[in-house]
């Protein structure tokens, strides 16, 4: 049984109301080898997968909503007076701790709120301003991150739950945990007499 499937059986079996904040949380610790799909909290669906969401598909998501709502990975959404103060095409050139020349392209929107709590940003608004951008920034189809601040300026991935975009966490990681000498960890899965199920100690549900 993969780490995904025990973790779904798990919430299944507890019949404990998660938050979606929580539920992204623990869905992105998963991606490893999480299936691209819906996953169900609360009467929602969190679609979460491995590829993140593509300037396509958000594009696409914003000609299907009436307003506008990013929710944090706390639960709070952000305030509805927001700004979208920039798109950027952000290229990232970097080698890992491997040595492997890497190179990432996303498109940043970065939210921002002052005190013109009246303000009130459209879906066919956001289209505008990224078309405007398509053509100065001249970029194809890529990934999107939100950059928020809160304490400290935050990136974040993006979800959509079917009313609203969730921020998700960005983690860091070692790309190159062969060269490094880390193990790679796997979830310990028990056999039971209704078959395979999942070690309670193993961290994956």
């Known amino acids: 049984?993969?780490?995904?499937?025990?973790w779904a059986s798990a919430l299944a079996l507890s019949n404990t109301p998660y938050t979606l904040a929580r539920l992204s949380d623990w869905a992105l610790a998963l991606l490893p080898w999480l299936p691209?799909?819906?996953?169900?909290?609360?009467?929602?669906?969190?679609?979460?997968?491995?590829?993140?969401?593509?300037?396509?598909?958000f594009k696409q998501t914003l000609g299907q909503v009436d307003t506008l709502q990013f929710q944090l990975p706390n639960g709070k959404f952000v305030p509805a007076h927001f700004h979208l103060t920039e798109v950027g095409h952000v290229t990232r050139n970097y080698i890992d701790c491997g040595g492997t020349l890497r190179q990432e392209n996303k498109l940043n929107l970065q939210l921002w709120v002052a005190s013109d709590v009246d303000h009130r940003l459209k879906p066919s608004s956001v289209l505008d301003i990224l078309q405007l951008a398509e053509k100065q920034l001249a970029y194809n189809d890529m990934e999107v991150e939100v950059e928020y601040?809160?304490?400290?300026?935050?990136?974040?991935?993006?979800?959509?739950?079917?009313?609203?975009?969730q921020l998700i966490n960005t983690q860091t990681a070692c790309l190159a945990a062969d060269q490094c000498g880390i193990p790679q960890e796997k979830p310990r899965?028990?056999?039971?007499?209704?078959?395979?199920?999942?070690?309670?100690?193993?961290g994956c549900c």
């Open 189 to 202: 899965v028990r056999v039971t007499a209704s078959g395979v199920s999942c070690d309670p100690n193993s």
């Open 1 to 6: 049984m993969s780490a995904a499937l025990c």
């Open 149 to 165: 601040q809160e304490c400290t300026i935050g990136r974040y991935r993006l979800a959509f739950d079917g009313s609203a975009f």
């Open 36 to 57: 691209c799909g819906p996953i169900m909290a609360e009467s929602k669906s969190l679609y979460l997968c491995k590829k993140k969401m593509q300037l396509s598909t």
